[in-house]
């Protein structure tokens, strides 16, 4: 179901330079100095629409910099002065939204921690009444689309127009290369449903190392998100905080520099044409694969049906590590991804197992269902 939110444009929003829409600037706010030297070296860049600074950080865990609190906000109203950029922060609370508004910040994001839990955002949304200012709403830690959305209405009811979603990635507790899994079919999906809303893309976050960060943003280019969110600092490796993932202003600059930005859409008669006959393949495929798999299951069951009459549990773990081996060798020798083959075969075995589960908790006679 497509869902409509009384929101503007992105490219109607005031400090709109164009695509990527970007904003930029350190994970926390430690000083004076380092937040006005890296706000006007990202505003040299010419390319930085709104300059962000955590003011009150949410830690995973104690005993690490969590901010320094309302003196930040002096210092981004400062930026604001000096630079002529927006200026935004983080949020988790109705006292951090009253706060923020007294010193005239222009832009307020909701962050993952606090996403999650609906009561929070009820509160944040109360504060949020009847005043015009710029939200965006990270994705919660887990990869749950309703709070996502649920999240965005709630945010949109307290009459915010310049409104936008933000994808950061999500926890996992498998080890990969990025901090937070990217799951890009969630954003995607965060699109289908709410096709008006505007999607920037949180690198810094889901890579956690600068070493990715280029091909991060650069695929959430591909995939025509509005913008990017990216923590820069002047002097990274001395940052208190994510130290790792942020980039100097040049960097950042250089990093720009290199993104193709790509049209989602042509004029071109021949190309569409052209695009027209691959994408109606695709449909034949999509249909075969849906056959194969309504095909698969209607096995799953009859093999249901003969572990509930000789009393065997439906889970057999040796037999799942056997489909996962096979699967991945074959795979890979058809050139497909481990992500792409481990997460399909996790979705089958799970349906396997769910119509399995129905079967052996049927109190209808077996004979009859066969």
């Known amino acids: ?43 040299a860049t010419g390319k930085v629409s709104i300059f962000r600074a955590g003011i009150w950080k949410p830690r995973t865990r104690p005993n690490s910099f969590e901010g320094v609190g309302n003196a930040g906000l002096k210092w981004l109203r400062r930026v604001r002065q000096e630079t002529g950029l927006l200026v935004g922060t983080e949020v ?22 606090t996403s999650v839990n609906p009561i929070t ?3 944040i949304v109360d504060a949020l009444k009847g005043v015009d200012v710029m939200v965006f709403v990270k994705n919660p830690v887990n990869p749950d689309i309703e709070l996502w959305i649920g999240a965005l209405e709630r945010i949109a009811s307290a009459g915010i127009k310049r409104l936008g979603a933000i994808h950061r990635g999500f926890s996992t507790y498998e080890k990969t290369i990025y901090r937070n899994q990217p799951n890009w079919q969630l954003p995607i999906e965060l699109r289908r449903r709410i096709p008006e809303i505007p999607i920037l893309c ?37 940052a208190l905080s994510d130290a790792s993932q942020q980039v100097n202003p040049e960097e950042l600059k250089e ?9 989602p859409s042509t004029d071109d008669s021949k190309l569409l044409a052209v695009l027209g006959e691959l994408r109606q393949q695709i449909d034949v495929f999509d249909d075969h694969l849906l056959d194969l798999l309504e095909k698969r299951m209607k096995v799953s069951e009859t093999i249901g049906r003969y572990k509930k009459e000789n009393n065997i549990t439906i889970l057999q773990s040796a037999r799942w590590d056997e489909i996962v081996k096979r699967a991945m060798i074959k795979g890979r020798a058809k050139g497909l991804s481990e992500e792409l083959i481990d997460s399909m075969f996790k ?3 799970q349906e396997s197992i769910n119509r399995q589960m129905k079967i052996m908790n049927d109190t209808t006679d077996i004979n009859s269902q066969t």
């Open 202 to 238: 949180d690198p810094s976050h889901i890579a956690g190392s600068r070493e990715y960060l280029h091909e991060i943003s650069q695929k959430a280019m591909d995939l025509n998100f509005d913008g990017l969110m990216i923590e820069s600092h002047i002097n990274p490796e001395k």
């Open 255 to 263: 990093l720009l520099s290199r993104l193709i930005l790509r049209s």
């Open 121 to 123: 955002v009820q509160e």
């Open 1 to 43: 179901m497509v869902i409509k939110l009384d929101t503007s444009g992105i490219k109607e929003w005031k400090g709109y330079k164009g695509r990527p829409f970007l904003i930029a600037g350190p994970c926390s706010a430690e000083s004076e100095e380092q937040v006005i030297d890296t706000a006007k070296a990202l505003a």
């Open 92 to 113: 988790a609370n109705e006292k951090h939204v009253y706060e923020a508004l007294k010193y005239g910040i222009d832009m307020l994001w909701i962050g993952a921690r």
């Open 347 to 349: 979705a089958i075995h």
